[in-house]
């Protein structure tokens, strides 16, 4: 415990100074003026302001933390000296750009951020408001902290979920309108963002809901765990039917382009589960991941193509256990050099393999069977009988003496978005289930050894090798399922879609929603792949905000959002030994 | 004819020639110990017995069947467990994650049952500790740990590599009280250690190992008499 009864002015120097470089480099980047006039909550806030001042905000607020608790007055000096010194770099910058050019330099130091820096008045005059409302949100930020716990969480909470909503605005006002009417889209959205009374509503909801949750989350809960054990049961299947149809309706409910990124989202889970499988289980680091999803998808191409790549008119359902069975056998095939490797040298490995499976999809030698670099073409979409149509016809007819259905029955073609989702959904649950079945097995417990010390999982008598191989297998196996999908979802594929980035984003997604975690897969998936996907109006900035939340989160939650077991144990005796080695520490200065 | 046996083994670890043609026997019922300084071969040793390394030439025969050709994994299914140098758990596992990977060898759930009572008397701190990590026991705990996870395997013989290895001296002995009651409830134990005092005292018969070949054999008494063996283990002048 650092013990300053004395005021530090390092600690503020270093935060403001901190504050001030990431709200430079917003500027200079142009991402503040990209989005300073794009509302969150019309009239009230737009996405520039926040990205301007979010850096004075929350350093001002960890500076003060470091403020002895008692010293009230310390802490809110800490954040108004941090809320201060943001904006000296900015002025900086402003002084600079008014005296002469830059933007020989740095293109995006145009007139119009330097307007917006000084709300439009003259340099001297925009800098003293800009140090003025950046001290005073310093001096707010440290002030909140006062407010007890219990207020805090609700009010931040409400705010989250506004500028969450906010940012989203267009994408839900669309599908209110088409759910609804217009008439009810534009009453609660105005132009791309939420209205101000509707967004104080939800604010004020969200808060006052998140309050009620935090007080009676206890006595909630104990009710629920003394209600008898059959009603718990009951009450936890309704609750799985209730998300069944929730993810049953999602297409109807999302619309074409929500269905599009979601079953963008669903191909990486897959992926996300089979790396989960060999990463998460069984601890081997494979960087080459992209390898079987390719194969998954090179097999699904050429045996359902129309084109004149194709080997056999399958259809997508009979390809589908062939593109499985390829592509877990692709899995052993690695899997058997690489036995005798560990960490860091399987990676490297692993990573060849999946350049060396891209450069075969582009070489000549393989050419006549894929097409290079022209790819493989005209990939069916899945056909499945329509058996609304089917069952209402047998009925029909029943009544009325026809003659019943028979094969072939009447199919329809699944094309749009919203419908293929279902494929997806049902291959994503597949995988969990399988996931989640082997993750208790006995093979689960085999993994889980080799992970944690190959040499001790020897002595009890645990086979590395095929323990080892079953890990790839399993893992291939989903990746090439999800090529199947992919390659049929696209109706064409090309060996550049299968890079190394693939890899590389199936990895940071799992370690983002904890390692070895089923719902972090999801969770990872949503935030890597959902969101850049529906931010896509702020262009490559979405790429640095993604860089961002990789470092962020692994500095503030390494383990991960939904952490697994075993994880989340690991951290919890790291936290106790961290308050135990304290406690002893503060006993021998007594 | 012994339970194992070892006949003039040579092992390898690329060009290093780590054991000159030893041949240790051990009968049921023992507490046989190998004593040596460092790097005298006593680790090779029972990694060769273990499967963990293949002897180049020579026999090792457990109750009169082969071991060279059986992989290491399968050496517990024929009855030996190995408690290797440097404790040897899963560190990020429980306690009671351990023993249960422990018995992974086997099905029968009974016997496993009994077994784990069998370890949690014998050894009442890891009961207080079922739910805690391995990597944040002590090292006495850790080391009971992996000596419990070894017995989870029921083996007829266990193979223990310097089980005092960096304990507190009162755990030294209390170790070596332990090493005792595993024998007296049947289990055939081969004890490596350095510490030749505290092995010499609770063993039946032991093994001079001196840079990979047996330089002396004889009863435990017979090598706690001897005069070499005092001056060069025993710190006796
Ligand atoms: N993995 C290894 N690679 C190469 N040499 C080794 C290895 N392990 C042990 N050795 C060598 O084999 C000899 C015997 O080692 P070891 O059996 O570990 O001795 P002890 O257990 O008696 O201290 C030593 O000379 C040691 O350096
Ligand atoms: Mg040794």
Not at chain 1, 37 to 57: D, H, K, W
Not at chain 2, 34 to 52: C, Q, R, W
Not at chain 2, 215 to 237: H, I, P, S, W
Request: aromatic residues 8%; glycine residues 10%; proline residues 4%.
């Amino acid at each position: 415990m650092v013990k300053s009864w004395d005021i530090d002015l390092r600690i503020p120097l270093r935060f403001g100074l901190i504050a001030g470089l990431i709200a430079l480099m917003e500027s200079v980047i142009g991402i503040v003026t990209l989005s300073w006039e794009r509302s969150l909550v019309a009239n009230v806030v737009t996405m520039g302001q926040v990205l301007l001042f979010a850096p004075a905000i929350v350093i001002a607020s960890m500076a003060a933390k470091q403020a002895n608790q008692d010293k009230k007055l310390v802490s809110l000096l800490y954040g108004l000296v941090t809320g201060f010194l943001t904006a000296i770099p900015l002025i900086i910058l402003i002084a600079m750009a008014t005296a002469f050019d830059l933007r020989q330099f740095m293109p995006n130091v145009s007139p119009a951020l330097i307007e917006l820096l000084t709300f439009g008045r003259s340099p001297v005059a925009g800098s003293l408001i800009l140090l003025g409302v950046t001290s005073l949100m310093g001096l707010l930020a440290a002030a909140f902290d006062f407010l007890p716990k219990f207020i805090q969480r609700p009010l931040l909470m409400g705010l989250i979920v506004t500028l969450t909503i906010g940012i989203f605005s267009e994408i839900l006002s669309n599908r209110l309108r088409d759910l609804v009417s217009v008439d009810f889209s534009r009453a609660i959205f105005e132009g791309k963002a939420l209205k101000t009374i509707i967004a104080a509503g939800l604010f004020a909801f969200v808060a006052v809901l998140n309050f009620l949750w935090n007080q009676f989350q206890e006595p909630i809960r104990g009710a629920f765990g003394s209600l008898p054990p059959r009603l718990t049961r009951v009450l936890r299947v309704l609750v799985i039917l209730v998300l069944i149809a929730l993810g049953l309706l999602i297409p109807t409910i999302a619309g074409t382009y929500l269905s599009e990124v979601i079953n963008n989202v669903g191909i990486f889970v897959l992926m996300g589960l089979g790396l989960n499988i060999v990463v998460g289980f069984a601890g081997l680091l494979d960087l080459g991941y992209v390898a079987f999803f390719a194969i998954g998808a090179y097999s699904m191409a050429v045996f359902t193509t129309e084109g004149p790549l194709g080997v056999s008119n399958m259809s997508f359902w009979a390809a589908i256990p062939f593109c499985i069975v390829i592509a877990a056998f692709a899995g052993i095939v690695l899997g058997v050099p690489v036995l005798r490797m560990r960490g860091d040298y399987l990676a490297i490995v692993t990573l060849g393999f999946g350049e060396i499976i891209r450069i075969l999809a582009l070489s000549d030698l393989l050419k006549p069977y894929i097409g290079g670099a022209q790819g493989v073409l005209k990939i069916p979409k899945p056909t499945i009988i329509n058996f609304f149509a089917v069952i209402r016809d047998f009925f029909v007819n029943l009544f009325r003496g026809l003659p019943l259905p028979k094969a072939p029955f009447e199919t329809i073609d699944l094309i749009k978005p919203e419908q293929f989702y279902y494929i997806v959904l049902a291959g994503c649950a597949l995988a969990w289930f399988v996931s989640w079945r082997l993750g208790e097995s006995r093979l689960g417990r085999q993994w889980m050894a080799v992970r944690e010390d190959e040499d001790v999982a020897e002595a009890v008598g645990i086979k590395l090798v095929s323990t080892k191989l079953l890990a790839f297998a399993v893992g291939a196996a989903f990746s090439g399922l999800s090529g199947a999908f992919f390659a049929s979802k696209l109706t064409s594929i090309f060996p550049h879609s299968f890079k190394l980035d693939i890899s590389i984003n199936v990895l940071c997604l799992i370690i983002i929603g904890g390692i070895g975690s089923l719902p972090g897969v999801v969770v990872g998936s949503i935030i890597l792949v959902g969101m850049p996907e529906l931010l896509r109006e702020f262009k490559e900035y979405r790429l640095l905000m993604y860089g961002i939340l990789l470092v962020v989160m692994m500095l503030a939650r390494p383990e991960g959002f939904i952490p697994s077991a075993v994880k989340r144990r690991e951290m919890l005796t790291a936290d106790e030994q961290m308050q135990a080695s304290a406690e002893t520490e503060s006993a021998a200065g007594d | 004819m012994a339970m194992l046996e070892l006949n003039n083994v040579h092992a390898f670890y690329g060009n290093i020639h780590a054991l000159k043609g030893i041949s240790i026997e051990v009968n049921e019922g023992e507490i046989v110990t190998l004593i040596g300084a460092n790097g005298a071969g006593k680790s090779t040793t029972l990694k060769t017995i273990s499967g963990l390394l293949k002897p180049r030439t020579g026999s090792i025969t457990f109750e009169g069947e082969d071991l060279t050709i059986f992989p290491a994994h399968d050496i517990v299914y024929k009855g030996i467990a190995l408690v290797p140098e440097g404790r040897g758990v899963f560190a990020k596992l429980t306690v009671i994650e351990n023993l249960d990977m422990g018995a992974f060898s086997r099905t029968d759930r009974e016997g496993i049952a009994a077994d784990l009572d069998r370890v949690m008397t014998l050894f009442p701190r890891l009961e207080e500790r079922r739910k805690q990590i391995a990597g944040t026991l002590s090292g006495g705990e850790q080391q009971m740990l992996a000596t419990a996870r070894a017995l989870m395997a029921h083996p007829r013989l266990l193979l223990m590599d310097e089980p005092s290895m960096g304990l507190a001296p009162v755990l030294v002995e209390s170790v070596f009280e332990t090493i005792q009651e595993i024998n007296q409830e049947g289990t055939t134990v081969l004890l490596v250690e350095q510490n030749a005092h505290m092995a010499l005292q609770v063993a039946d018969r032991g093994y001079v190992l001196q840079t990979g070949e047996i330089v002396l054999k004889d009863t435990a008494k017979g090598l706690r008499d001897n005069e070499e063996v005092q001056k060069a283990y025993l710190g006796m002048e």
